[in-house]
């Protein structure tokens, strides 16, 4: 049933996946809630073994060195070796620091001035998205 199901699970429909989950859980007499933790679980280590397959092809270990999963499972994942790979990470030294133009008069929308973030701390509220900042008056709760 998991060899059926396990392209569904994976897709983003809600209805799709939740009619995966009981399916697989009926043909194994678990609850969804048990199923979603094993896979969770197989997952994880599948993860793990993966990882250490690729460290020590990049580490320049020699043809004796190099290090095969005997996991019970890893072969019969391997179907999701390209599901799982890791997202690309910005190179901060790229990033150019900008300066940052505070409207620190709300009122009158052209009196704008150059000061650094931390001197309009109780003026401005913050909210960091990856390497842009945006600015966005303080939120307040009744």
Not at 8 to 35: F, M, P, R
Not at 88 to 116: F, G
């Amino acid at each position: 049933m998991f060899v059926e199901s396990k392209i569904i699970i994976l897709q983003t429909s809600k209805e799709k996946k939740n009619d995966a989950w009981q399916g697989i859980a009926t043909e194994i007499n678990c609850n969804t809630i048990e199923v979603k933790k094993k896979i969770s679980s197989l997952l994880a280590s599948f993860r793990r073994e993966r990882q250490k397959e690729s460290t020590t092809k990049t580490s320049g270990s020699g043809a004796g060195e190099q290090y095969y999963s005997t996991w019970f499972a890893f072969k019969s994942l391997d179907f999701l070796r390209d599901k799982f790979t890791p997202k690309s990470t910005l190179n901060t030294e790229e990033i150019q620091e900008r300066d940052v133009t505070v409207n620190i008069n709300a009122d009158n929308e052209n009196a704008k001035i150059s000061k650094p973030l931390s001197s309009h701390k109780s003026q401005i509220h913050a909210v960091t998205s990856l390497s842009f900042l945006y600015f966005a008056p303080p939120i307040r709760f009744m």
